[in-house]
């Protein structure tokens, strides 16, 4: 029996890297100021970020077609979007430094980073998560 646990560990481990990847933190560090690129409204950060980066930008993961996670961010949805990004608890209104939107946004060069190529600028960032600071509203 010993023999089969072993084996069956030995191959669901059989993709798994030498190092283990780091998981996602709960919560991140954020500087106490920054400066956005635009004014930090859902409309804005929708329009300018969202929608091109993650919802039309080539292989964009949250496109109408793939909506991964459940998220779509298609610039003739913005009220299902906001409402999705809230119902699947990606938002912490007034937390932006525990909310899962600034948080995957605001680490570069992890696995769970978004987007995952070309990661926002720090104005962009900025922007997204003053909106969140200020309550997420639509």
Avoid: I
């Avoid at 089969?4 to 919560?27: G, H, I, Y």
């Avoid at 459940?70 to 009220?79: E, H, T």
């Avoid at 909106?131 to 997420?136: I, K, N, P």
């Amino acid at each position: 029996m010993s023999r089969v646990v072993t084996w069956l560990t030995l191959l669901a481990c059989a993709s798994c890297s030498a190092e283990a990847a780091e998981p996602m933190p709960d919560c991140v560090e954020l500087s106490p100021a920054c400066s956005p690129l635009y004014p930090p409204t859902f409309d804005e950060v929708f329009v300018r970020t969202l929608v091109p980066t993650c919802g039309q930008a080539e292989g964009a993961c949250h496109s109408a077609d793939k909506k991964r996670g459940g998220l779509a961010f298609s610039s003739d949805d913005p009220d299902g979007a906001h409402a999705a990004l809230l119902e699947k608890g990606r938002l912490r209104p007034g937390d932006p430094a525990c909310s899962e939107l600034v948080v995957r946004t605001h680490r570069a060069g992890h696995p769970w980073s978004m987007p995952p190529k070309t990661p926002l600028s720090a104005q962009e960032a900025c922007a997204l998560r003053l909106w969140v600071e200020a309550g997420a509203l639509r």
